[in-house]
């Protein structure tokens, strides 16, 4: 290993896992266009939304007949519209393999005490997909953010099931292939995958979601932000830029920015590439180093976006300690910024690796790793 820092550095030293790093075309000039001071209501401000809807219609593959809203509260906000709008139908399925999965869990089972089948498993492990009864409605996230555990495809969904799919797909959408026919609602947010800015979510429903909207009340009352129906009908004008609440236009035009540059890296086939690249790199440093590796147990889970890491080295005292003294030394020489393991997960690192960051950041910044893994070893030794 070197004991000299690297001559190079990353461009970019932004690999938090959301906000995750702009797409690297951007610059603030960019949404000098965006519809400041006007309504969401007014023409402008409307066709900016139907933008950002068909858009993410166009790149990521939907199909025509399944609905997209812009939604409150980021991710977390579309996750949870969903839970209340729609579980009570029937039993459901839980599936949980890190924090966020098991957030879901809690306002399920303890905040609307619904009847549930929990299946969880520990950091870098995932449940038994092939013990899901399609039978009930289930709930799982694609791409675990904390553990950087994903569902190897979607093979184990029932094309026949009677159930609706609730597919938390964060950290997944614009970087993973979602199969649209095996998932009922799906939901995002925009600080993820293409770098947008926090606070929106996207959700979007089958057919078949539709449906159970339209044809079953929950025994709870809905908030308001939550509701999407009246009247027992789906309210259209969601699904059309007419949003629950005032969204920022702003970050409406940071997403039509990030659409556009996805557009220009080859779309959704491109964002992928991106991401396996960067991922690819991060795995091959761990093949080339004993002292390191993946979080997650099964090469076929491993994600290629939040690419969590443990130290393997046994003359490790305090794995937690020593994780958060490597990451110190990255973000002090401005090598890597806010690549802690999140705060539930094994003690690590956490690199993000979509389609926004650039592979020769990812290159640059490993021997860097490997360089703050040595000194940090040095001081320990030393201080011992």
């Known amino acids: 290993m070197a004991t000299q820092q690297p001559a190079t550095r990353p461009a970019n030293p932004r690999f938090s896992s959301g906000p995750c790093a702009k797409p690297p075309t951007f610059t603030l000039e960019k949404l000098a266009d965006a519809a400041l001071g006007r309504s969401h209501r007014a023409a402008v401000g409307k066709d900016k939304l139907k933008a950002a809807i068909e858009g993410t219609r166009e790149v990521l593959g939907i199909p025509a007949d399944y609905k997209i809203g812009i939604v409150p509260a980021s991710d977390t906000g579309a996750v949870e519209m969903a839970l209340w709008s729609l579980l009570g139908e029937r039993k459901v399925e839980m599936l949980a393999w890190e924090s966020f999965g098991a957030g879901w869990v809690t306002d399920v089972v303890k905040q609307l005490k619904i009847d549930a089948d929990v299946k969880t498993a520990d950091y870098g492990q995932i449940v038994n997909l092939a013990s899901v009864d399609f ?7 694609w791409n675990g953010t904390t553990s950087g555990v994903r569902v190897p495809d979607g093979d184990w969904i029932a094309d026949n099931r009677t159930g609706l799919t609730i597919c938390d797909a964060t950290s997944a959408a614009f970087a993973m292939d979602l199969p649209w026919d095996k998932l009922d609602v799906t939901t995002f947010s925009w600080q993820k995958v293409l770098g947008g800015e926090a606070a929106h979510g996207m959700v979007i429903l089958s057919p078949r979601a539709v449906e159970r909207l339209e044809s079953y009340t929950p ?10 129906t009246k009247g027992g009908k789906l309210i259209d004008g969601i699904f059309t830029g007419a949003t629950i609440n005032t969204p920022s236009m702003l970050a409406v035009e940071d997403y039509l920015f990030a659409l556009d540059w996805a557009r220009s890296v080859g779309g959704l086939k491109g964002l992928i590439a991106r991401a396996d690249a960067n991922a690819q790199a ?30 393997t080295d046994d003359r490790i005292a305090d794995g937690a300690a020593f994780a958060k003294a490597v990451a110190k030394r990255l973000e002090n020489e401005n090598i890597a910024l806010d690549i802690g393991a999140y705060r539930d997960a094994p003690a690590g690192l956490r690199i993000w690796c979509g389609g926004t960051v650039e592979t020769s950041d990812i290159q640059a910044m490993l021997p860097w790793l490997a360089w ?8 320990q030794t030393k201080a011992a």
Do not use: G, Y
């Open 135 to 141: 039978n009930n409605d289930v709930v799982f996230t």
């Open 219 to 228: 025994a709870w009352p809905l908030p308001k932000i939550f509701r999407l």
């Open 282 to 311: 991060v795995f091959d440093f761990c093949d080339a180093n004993d002292w390191i590796a993946n979080l997650a147990k099964d090469d076929a889970t491993r994600s290629n976006t939040s690419v969590c890491l443990k130290f």
């Open 372 to 379: 703050a893994f040595e000194a940090e070893i040095t001081a």
